[in-house]
Nanobody
Framework: QVQLVESGGGLVQAGGSLRLSCAAS????????MGWYRQAPGKQRDLVAT???????NYADSVKGRFTISRDNAKNTVSLQMNSLKPEDTGVYYC???????????WGQGTQVTVSS
């Protein structure tokens, strides 16, 4: 079992920055994939960025060049640095963890990010 707790959301003007953090309840060194998803009002939950245990990253096209995901295995945290924020980045951001053996996915409770124009 892994509990994930997000922090760092809030209200920011377009063009601004926020840094989200996700703290895991146990060591993340053996968690295969960690990442962030977001859900805008009335829309499905979409991938924002992921990072593997080996450090490989993947980003949604809409955030490439603006967002950076990182993980700190010593602190059991995953972070998402969000720069040049746009109103369309607004939504609830969820931390995600995937263990492959056995295949199990974990989700945090989410943190609200609102970008005003």
């Amino acid at each position: 079992q892994v509990q994930l707790v997000e922090s760092g959301g809030g209200l920011v003007q377009a063009g601004g920055s926020l840094r989200l953090s996700c703290a895991a309840s146990r060591s993340i060194s053996r968690i295969n994939v960690m990442g962030w998803y977001r859900q805008a009002p009335g829309k499905q939950r979409d991938l924002v960025a992921t990072i593997t245990s080996g450090g490989s990253t993947n980003y949604a096209d809409s955030v490439k060049g603006r967002f950076t995901i990182s993980r700190d295995n010593a602190k059991n945290t995953v972070s998402l640095q969000m720069n040049s924020l746009k109103p369309e980045d607004t939504g609830v951001y969820y931390c995600y963890a995937l263990v492959i053996t056995p295949m199990t996915a974990y989700w945090g409770q989410g943190t609200q990010v609102t970008v005003s124009s």
